[in-house]
């Protein structure tokens, strides 16, 4: 079973930076695609990116289109989110997680390992 572990959430003002990284342990990233979601408070998860096993495709949600970048290091088991220009919109939990589709998949049912989430908080 995998284990996913997210970090790098923080308080930061609006127009900053953050990166979030997700690692992974007891399995081998390279076999999953992976996505990060996020969850407002009193809202229902969203999806913000995806990336393929290889890396060689992404997908994002229109709202952070530009401002965000996933990418993956598979030698290092770890998937990354940089997220640039922050705004108070993109507050929230943000979570990545593994799916076994081949392509990029917006849907949070068809992921399947989930890691336990960190909070981004961007100020006006």
């Known amino acids: 079973q995998v284990q996913l572990v997210e970090s790098g959430g923080g308080l930061v003002q609006a127009g900053g930076s953050l990166r979030l990284s997700c690692a992974a342990f007891?399995?081998?990233?390279?076999?999953?695609?992976m996505g990060w979601f996020r969850q407002a408070p009193g809202k229902g998860s969203e999806f913000v990116a995806g990336?393929?096993?290889?890396?060689?495709?992404?997908h994002y949600a229109d709202s952070v289109k530009g401002r965000f970048t996933i990418s993956r290091d598979n030698a290092k088991n770890t998937a990354y989110l940089q997220m640039n220009n922050l705004e108070p919109g993109d507050t929230g939990i943000y979570y990545c997680a593994t799916t076994r589709r081949p392509s990029v998949t917006i849907m949070a049912s068809l992921h399947d390992y989930w890691g336990q989430g960190t909070q981004v908080t961007v100020s006006s």
């Open positions: 990336i393929t096993r290889s890396g060689d495709m992404t």
């Open positions: 007891g399995g081998t990233l390279s076999s999953y695609g």
